[in-house]
């Protein structure tokens, strides 16, 4: 048996160094991502090369392409990995309470964290149901995701309107909330501590929502429940209180005191 230690694969290599070089150039000025043609100069490699491994890269969601600007930067996957390593203990401390919740109401329930203006899942719990959709790993744009309204309770009113003025999609004004309607669902998360809201996205008639906080108080995920169902307004806002009551204990597993949670719900503020 030999003990040498395995070839390195050429393919991989090459693969690693565009990865390196895109993540080693991502300030403010670098911001909407390199072309083909900067990439192969800078790695000193033929042009087509380069795009052909952009393109396989981008198939497996490593690198992404600007549709308007066709630059590249590292991909949705690579932060979902990093993500899923970096919040390990959340997913292990968060399973078994999405496991109640799509117990109680035999619906998919999912735990979600905000990234820039995205809602990436880490974890999803399916219904009993034979048929469902995988969102782990997977980032929507935030107002399109039920859990965004819990992510962005914290958010001065303000800051909320520009976000949604910079991602609302023209023309779309009556298929997704507005800012008022935005507004008004994340006062409801400050003061009853979980939201109900028309899920922009998937097939699903309501999400309920509610943030997860961590030892200091501040807002690090929300856990959601789809609404595949028609149900009545009072019964999702019953489903909004156990969600909400869930979240409470959750976080309380992840370190929040006691009176730091009941502080940071009644103000929407963090605590401590």
Known sequence: ??????????????????????????????????????????????????????RALELEGMVERDPVTRRYRLGWR?????????????????????????????EEAYLCVLRGNQVLTLLSMPSSRVYHRVWEGVSIPVIMAAAGRALLAEWEDERVRQLLRAVLPSGLEGAVAGEEEWLADLAHVRSAGYAVSDIELDDSSAGVSAPVRDHRGLITAAISVAVTRTAA????????????????????????????????????????
């Open 233 to 272: 307004r009072e019964r999702l806002h019953e489903m909004g209180a156990v969600v909400a009551e869930t979240a409470r204990e959750l976080s309380a597993a992840l370190g929040l005191k006691t009176a730091a949670a009941e502080a940071g719900y009644r103000s929407g503020q963090p605590s401590g």
């Open 1 to 54: 048996m030999s003990d040498k230690p395995p070839a390195p694969s050429a393919g991989l290599r090459r693969d690693m160094e565009i990865l390196e070089l895109l993540a080693g150039h991502g300030d403010d000025r670098d911001a909407d991502g390199f072309g083909v043609s900067w990439i192969a100069q800078r790695l000193d490699r033929e042009k087509s090369q380069v795009s052909r491994a952009l």
């Open 78 to 106: 690579l932060f979902a990995l990093a993500a899923r390593t970096q919040h390990s203990r959340l997913v292990q401390v968060a399973a078994p309470f999405l496991r109640r919740l799509t117990v109680a109401f035999d």
